[in-house]
């Protein structure tokens, strides 16, 4: 796969508003990029990641990571009673009332709705986030709180055609949806990790990578590489070993590929005071029981 030959997003989309979207099928697909320059103005988010504080849950300081939960269904198709009942269960362990919590549930109004596609999106609280140590044996079975994104990019239009891409590229019905805005710095005597867990998978159907900026980082680090799935076991070919440039949004099958980033390096130390950066997006689509947002909603994020 040439990386810097993108086809445009349009080409991918599995949904129409008339009609519920069909699903693709996962049992032939492994991975997929996009020029997301196409339909979003990513060197406008860029700006946004210096405010995102430094991640708690990484005690060397590299990383900064804030987060959003969203439930993105389309409107011809039935909802999964799963999310439903999830999101009503972590509410009331928030405290939140029955009439408060309902806003957030398929019988609402959603937040906004996608004219092209027929799907509609549902903001949903700052819920924390848990992977099984299965997935992540640094940080799996933890309980990690994180600062909400911004709103400015929240309510833009940009980052609502980001939400409907990735449902209408995958096609599915119903389903919550993790949005992680994440950087990844080094310095001139410190590199920075964009996986701490190594190679792994991150107990998903599907995951996509947005990138939204490289800035002083060396040109041969920071490198997504990916390796195929066997039986729940790592293979040991590349069959991705490519720097993903900034704008492109790439989708990988998260049942058949292992997925790793190389760590990233300062490229000039005369530049920045000696730091660079690596801004991504991180989507990942979830339905009962993977990965699901838990409760309560933490008091500092709300």
């Known amino acids: 796969m040439n990386i810097n030959k993108f086809p445009e997003a ?3 989309s599995r949904a129409t508003p008339d009609f519920p979207p069909v699903l693709l099928d996962l049992s032939t697909f ?3 990029a996009i020029d997301a320059t196409k339909f979003i103005d990513v060197k406008d988010w860029g700006k946004y990641y210096d405010s995102i504080p430094v991640d708690p849950y990484i005690k060397e300081g590299y990383r900064y990571k804030s987060i959003g939960w969203f439930r993105i269904k389309h409107e011809k198709a039935n909802a999964i009673e799963g999310i439903d009942d999830h999101i009503q269960t972590v509410n009331e362990l928030s405290g939140m009332s029955s009439d408060e919590s309902k806003q957030y549930l398929s019988s609402a109004s959603p937040t906004w709705c ?19 140590i299965k997935y992540n044996p640094v940080h799996g079975d933890m309980r990690r709180e994180y600062p909400r994104i911004s709103n400015k990019i929240i309510d833009s239009a940009d980052f609502h055609k980001l939400l409907t891409l990735y449902a209408a590229f995958f096609g599915w019905d119903d389903a919550i949806v993790l949005v992680q805005f994440q950087r990844v710095d080094c310095l001139a005597d410190r590199v920075g990790l964009p996986a701490v867990e190594g190679f792994h998978q991150d107990g998903n159907r599907h995951v996509g990578m947005l990138i939204v900026n490289r800035d002083n980082v060396a040109a041969d680090s920071g490198v997504s590489q990916y390796v195929m799935d066997d039986n729940g076991k790592k293979t040991d070919e590349l069959i991705f070993d490519e720097v993903i440039p900034a704008g492109q949004l790439i989708f990988w099958n998260d049942k058949r590929v292992w997925h790793y980033g190389t760590e990233i390096k300062v490229a000039d130390a005369a530049v920045h005071g000696g730091r660079g950066v690596r801004d991504i997006i991180i989507l990942s689509a979830k339905t009962p029981p993977a990965n699901m947002p838990m409760g309560p909603v933490p008091e500092q994020f709300r």
Do not use: D, R, V
């Not at 799907?119 to 848990?130: F, I, N």
């Open 114 to 132: 996608s004219e092209e596609t027929g799907y509609a999106c549902w903001h949903l609280p700052q819920y924390a986030m848990q992977q099984s």
């Open 10 to 12: 349009k080409n991918f």
């Open 30 to 32: 492994l991975y997929e």
